[in-house]
């Protein structure tokens, strides 16, 4: 309960989870973070040049110039289908055997997972992340009144050896299982890792053993400039005769941007039903995704990746020459093959958000590690993103955290 | 349980409410009703012509060109902020006294109604509803595990004795009482009737006597064009120091198009906060609300309501003059003075699903009064719309329909 109801007195009418879950956390440094006069290495935004805004101005002038009254019709215009078409090749060139009919347009990678969690959790159930994990993960499962354990990550992804012991322990103590896993399995966030092809197989071999979903969370999965592709988990789980546990999620903010949000799921048809019937609440954005249709149609799109990754890989490259150059030796940093991160970790007397003040006025922002917890873990480390500030900005900001990371050691 | 699983094995994992449903209502004649060669009027959709498709363009070449980055960014631009405001200031027009700090944007009516859903229905509720409703509402209920009671209407909108008398029946069998009430108070779908203000107020005071929350979907409250308008349920509401019961939704489907799927909820801030932090899936539509914002900003949108109402005021007129000239004198039909609807009522012995057929042979679709109970009643009703057709259009469909009509007798 919170006392926050400004004289709201019916909290008694709310469902339970709201009830459980609405004097949930906040994130106390935000507006400092977002509002600082610093290089912003915190959230992770794509760079501003990397929008494609003629394109989408030409392609919104294109879909009501053609087809008009339709594009703005209940129901949508044929161009919001091209959007499905392109996304369904997509998942296909991922090594996905995927149709149209295993295919949900959704608004965005957070929305893909909102549904998820409203197709398999009742309060109570038990879900697993990886810890750390995505904050914005986070808040989603707190509305669900749901047990959240975080099972550790290391170089190589999520610790399969961990999720194995805890999974039996949970048999041993009658427990239920999880229902269901929620993993980024390329260029984690917040940590930058790839979880390697022989702990995706080994995750699907305990998916299948103990009976539970997958949410394979991959957006940044197309943003690879190092290193070789892995296969998709859903890709892997579709070759099992016990396969059909792996929901793919992707979003194309990073790939055009986040505003039009816009994103997909890839599911066996049975889920892509369910997941589409508890969205029927006619959010469905049909105008935007028939510009959106029409912009990806002409191939721009699939010309576009390779030069987003040549310029994030420039990003990555140039802080982590700043890192190597400016930071204190007792830090340790992650190596990202693609993606928007990196995960530093700081001895561990430093509480990264104790000295978030310092470093904003060293000239940087970041985000404290415990936010992607959840809980008290991780008060040492912070995540920095390459993605959104100018080159030289990101240097300068690396150089002056450094500084209060020192003084702080 | 379904058996449309195609081979999927595990249905045991989806949370119990979508268990319960996911084998839920289909509407059958849906897809011969779209596709049919014959007057349109069946779906509630504006006519094509009330598209303002040069001002979205403009305003989307505004955005992008004064907001570029910011507009397609997480977060969004200041465009979005004016959205708030004229929804704001449009709620205070109408009657309420409404703060910022008590709106919610949101996706479209229907998207309001889900948040609604989700913030108050646990399984096993109880809800009330006008007999007949909206469809698209009882099928948002649907998802829900809940249980749907609904209570009759006559020409002055929901039967308020009606009402008194089951929730007094539920309290004398020591039974919950209903979470909450939907209510579409102003030329409701899909009779057209009104709620008259004595019954407003009656309403409001069984609300607050047994303890539930009242949801206002108003979608047509601004197509007025006969009559004297009607407080608003939520602004009534307001003026009770036992208050904070209504959630008041609005749409910009009707006002500007469907497709641009954009919404408000007003609501006491403490329910306000709570929809939106259901909402933060990252499902709000930044760029398109930006665009809106600029479109709204001027006072076009303001300007254009006159004339929306102008506009349906004609096409009412057309279809209430061709009903008193071709249906057969069994037939009785509503006279809504606003809104897009009217009710259709035929003898007893006619069933509107089985001469569906031939009344499109003959020229016209509309939709068979079943679809708004869910259940066998209305069986001898139907909803006629004369939102979209072209006026001769819906003459002659008319005409063709009470040909089918005259047979059937």
Redesign the interface.
């Known amino acids: 309960m919170t006392d ?8 008694h ?4 989870p ?1 009830q459980e879950s ?1 004097g ?1 956390a906040e994130y106390g440094a935000w507006r400092a973070i977002a509002n600082a006069d610093a290089a912003a290495l915190s ?1 992770g ?2 760079f ?2 990397s ?1 494609p ?1 003629d394109e ?2 030409a392609a ?2 294109a879909v ?1 110039e053609e087809e ?7 129901g ?1 215009s044929e161009s919001a289908d091209r959007l499905v078409e392109w996304t369904t090749d997509h998942a296909r060139e991922r090594g996905m055997d995927a149709t149209e009919d295993e295919i949900l347009l959704t ?5 893909g ?3 998820v969690c ?5 309060p109570g159930d038990r879900i697993v992340v990886e810890g750390p994990t995505f904050m ?1 993960a986070l ?2 499962f707190d ?1 669900f009144d749901v047990a959240v354990e975080s099972i550790p990550l290391d170089d190589d992804g999520l610790d399969v050896d961990a999720l194995e012991g805890r999974l039996e322990a949970l048999e041993d103590e009658d427990e239920d299982p999880p ?2 896993l929620y993993t980024i399995p390329n260029f984690q966030n917040p940590t930058g890792v790839t979880l390697t092809r022989d702990r995706r197989e080994r995750l699907l071999d305990l998916a299948a053993e103990h ?3 997958i949410v394979e969370d991959d957006a940044y999965g197309d943003l690879r400039y190092d290193g070789e592709p892995v296969a998709p988990l859903r890709a892997l789980d579709e070759e099992r005769p016990e396969g ?2 792996v929901i793919h999620l992707g979003t194309f ?1 990073k790939l055009i ?5 816009a994103g997909w799921a890839v599911a ?4 892509r ?2 997941l589409r ?2 969205n ?9 995704r ?1 510009v959106l249709g029409k912009y990806v149609d002409d191939g721009t799109l699939d010309a576009t990746i390779p030069e987003l990754c040549q310029a994030y890989e420039q990003r990555r490259d140039r802080m982590l020459d700043a890192l190597e150059e400016h930071m204190p030796p007792a830090a340790e940093w992650s190596e990202p093959d693609g993606g928007f991160f990196v995960w530093l970790e700081l001895p561990e007397q430093i509480d990264a958000d104790d000295i978030l003040d310092d470093a904003i006025d060293e000239g940087a922002t970041y985000l404290p590690g415990r936010w992607f917890y959840g809980d008290d873990r991780g008060a040492n480390c912070m995540r920095l993103s390459y993605s959104y500030e100018e080159l030289d900005e990101m240097e300068h900001g690396i150089e002056g955290l450094s500084r209060a990371i020192r003084e702080a050691i």
């Open positions: 926050d109801h400004h004289g709201w007195p019916y909290d009418l709310f469902a339970r709201v609405m949930g959230f935004f794509p501003p040049d929008f805004r989408l101005l919104t002038e009501l008009g009254a339709k594009a703005l019709q209940y949508g608004n965005g990678g957070s929305h997972l909102d549904l409203r197709a398999f959790l009742d914005g808040r989603q509305k229902k269901l009976d539970f979903m059909g546990r903010s941007a986040p505003g039009v949000r066996d048809e049975t889920v039903d369910q019937r508890l029927s609440g006619g959010s469905n954005t049909t105008f935007m028939s």
